[in-house]
């Protein structure tokens, strides 16, 4: 029967990547319209702008900027759930301390990226910090909120059993606490591995010397309208295969118990 059931679904996963191209392939053929209507440094033609890409993966500044901006972003991610992951729990697990610092999660979520990046430029300047910094600062409230909320979602009774079966401390939060936290940190850390992406192009437009939001600036400075449109595309993508390739067929692995649970 599963067998049967898998043969059934394959010809349904063909629509899908046939509606993706065709949709992929629309908007490039609605690019490539607008764009003979207006001037190249409006809107650059996509051959133009795939050129560039090619010139720029084989002079290696392509790559180069790329790897260095990824570094950054899971630089300043790791911190973030370092911290994040250990400062939820601890919120979570301490009614009167979580009731103390409630106030300040909220405050930290609305603070601009823009602002981050500025408090970064006059504490390190044009260096690797800054971009790490902003991300570290964008990440963590996301990071820190879920976990806590996974904390708290524990059963009362899961936790007053491990007691009575004298669990320790570190086989409790593994038997306990971390089923229920995992799924809530997930969810915080895809969330917050996205956007700290997006903040540290801004943070190295404004106070980087290399990455992709500095080649970004860089290009837009010199109306190199083909490379900004290149280097988006790029970074776009980048993410798209992380996205897709990897955080995807992670969630679906670490909470394939789910599906088995509801089958």
């Known amino acids: 029967m599963s067998a049967v ?29 607008v764009s003979l209507a207006v001037p190249p440094y409006v809107l650059p033609r996509p051959e133009r702008v795939f050129a560039r890409i090619v010139q720029l993966s084989q002079s290696g500044d392509l790559p180069f900027n790329l790897v260095t901006t990824l570094g950054r972003v899971l630089a300043g991610f790791a911190l973030a759930v370092l911290i994040g992951v250990p400062g939820g729990i601890l919120l979570g697990s301490h009614r009167a ?24 430029i006059i504490w390190f300047g044009l ?34 059993l491990a007691q009575a079966l004298r669990f320790s401390r570190r086989k409790t939060l593994v038997k306990i606490y971390l089923p229920s936290i995992l799924p809530y940190f997930f969810s915080g850390a ?23 939001g500095y080649r970004l600036r860089q290009a837009s400075d010199l109306i190199q309208i083909d490379q900004v449109f290149a280097w988006t595309i790029v970074q776009v993508a980048m993410m798209l295969v992380i996205e897709i390739g990897v955080l995807q067929p992670l969630e679906r692995h670490l909470f394939r118990w789910r599906r088995d649970v509801r089958a």
Request: net charge neutral.
């Open 190 to 212: 895809r969330l917050a591995f996205g956007f700290g992406w997006r903040v540290s192009l801004v943070a190295e437009t404004l106070g980087a010397s290399s990455g992709v």
């Open 5 to 33: 059931a898998a043969a059934a679904g394959r010809p349904g996963r063909v629509p899908v990547v046939a509606q993706r191209v065709a949709l992929a392939l629309l908007l490039l053929a609605a690019w490539w319209l």
């Open 127 to 160: 260096s690797p910090m800054t971009p790490i910094f902003v991300v570290l600062m964008t990440a963590f409230p996301l990071i820190v909120t879920n976990v806590w909320q996974g904390t708290q979602a524990v059963n009362a009774d899961y936790v007053e």
């Open 97 to 120: 301390l979580g009731t103390f610092f409630e106030p300040v999660l909220p405050v930290l979520n609305t603070v601009s990226s823009a602002i981050w990046a500025i408090f970064a």
